[in-house]
């Protein structure tokens, strides 16, 4: 008897790895996913809410660690990169399917100019980056008193 395990015949399998090497060749070629001297760069994909108060950006960044994300805000664009790192390699097998890489991602969100950059909160929980960005207060607007003033003359000399 060999050493090799039996794994059942899935008739649909082909047909579910095509799909995934079809899904994948379109990530590639879509403006999601750029690859830069062999390393991809995923698009991040986020859920970005209004409330009265803040705006709230949530992204999924799973296998990722709060120390692998970096989150900045400059001219109304807040800008979110993540590297994650090559796991160490296990030496002890052979591969016979590797589908997780290591990825970069990166995005950037355009903010209106009324937000409290000084206030920008990023937490961390479950593979979910959450980025709370309070909204300035509008200047209310204010009744300006109108007051009767005096004539001035001026003497034209000819």
Known sequence: MS??????????????????????LFQSLGPDTVRMNGDEIAGLP??????????????????????????????????????RSAETEDKSGTYVRRERRTTSVFRQVGLPAEVRDDHINATFDNGV??????????????????????????????
């Open 46 to 83: 986020v859920d970005i809410r209004q409330t009265d108060d803040a705006f709230v950006i949530e992204a999924s960044v799973p296998g990722f660690r709060p120390e692998d994300v970096e989150v900045t805000f400059a001219d109304g664009l807040l800008t979110i990169k993540g590297n």
């Open 3 to 24: 050493d090799m395990a039996l794994i059942r015949w899935n008739p649909w399998g082909d047909l579910f790895d095509l799909h995934s090497q079809v899904d994948h």
């Open 129 to 158: 980056l959450r980025i709370t960005v309070p909204r300035a207060e509008k200047a209310q607007p204010r009744r300006i008193p109108v007051t009767a003033g005096t004539a001035k003359v001026i003497d034209a000399k000819s």
